[in-house]
C-alpha cells in the first residue's frame, strides 16, 4: 500500500524558511519522479518543484531561486526547502509521486504571515 506522509508545514513570517519532508513507502522509491505541489484557497492545485530518478529538477517559475527540492533515496524521503517566503506561498502542500500512476500525500498546511 502506498503511503505519502507530509511534515514540517507551520506558520511562519515572510522572508523565514521552512522545510517540508515527505516519507514515502510501498513502491520503489527510487524509480518515482516525485513532487510537490500546493493548493491555495480558491484556487487550482499546481506544480511547485519536481525531481526525477537521477535528480534532475524542475522549479515553477514563481519559487525559482527560493525553494530547493531534493530526495534521499536511502531514507525514502522527498524535501522542499523553502527560503524567503512570501504571503502568496500560503497553501497546503501536497506530495506526489509518479510511478506508472500519481500517488498524493495528504498535505500539509503552510501559512506566510506578513
Known amino acids: 500500500q502506498v503511503q505519502l506522509v507530509e511534515s514540517g508545514g507551520g506558520l511562519v513570517q515572510a522572508g523565514g524558511s521552512l522545510r517540508l519532508s515527505c516519507v514515502a513507502s510501498?513502491?520503489?522509491?527510487?524509480?518515482?519522479?516525485m513532487s510537490w505541489y500546493r493548493q491555495a484557497p480558491g484556487k487550482e492545485r499546481e506544480l511547485v518543484a519536481g525531481i526525477n530518478a537521477i535528480g534532475g529538477t524542475e522549479d515553477a517559475a514563481s519559487v525559482k531561486g527560493r525553494f530547493t527540492i531534493s530526495r534521499d533515496n536511502a531514507k525514502n524521503t522527498v524535501y522542499l526547502q523553502m527560503n524567503s517566503l512570501k504571503s502568496e506561498d500560503t497553501a497546503v502542500y501536497y506530495c506526489?509521486?509518479?510511478?506508472?500512476?500519481?500517488?498524493w500525500g495528504q498535505g500539509t498546511q503552510v501559512t506566510v504571515s506578513s
Open positions: 510501498g513502491f520503489t522509491f527510487s524509480n518515482a519522479v
Open positions: 506526489n509521486a509518479f510511478l506508472l500512476r500519481n500517488y
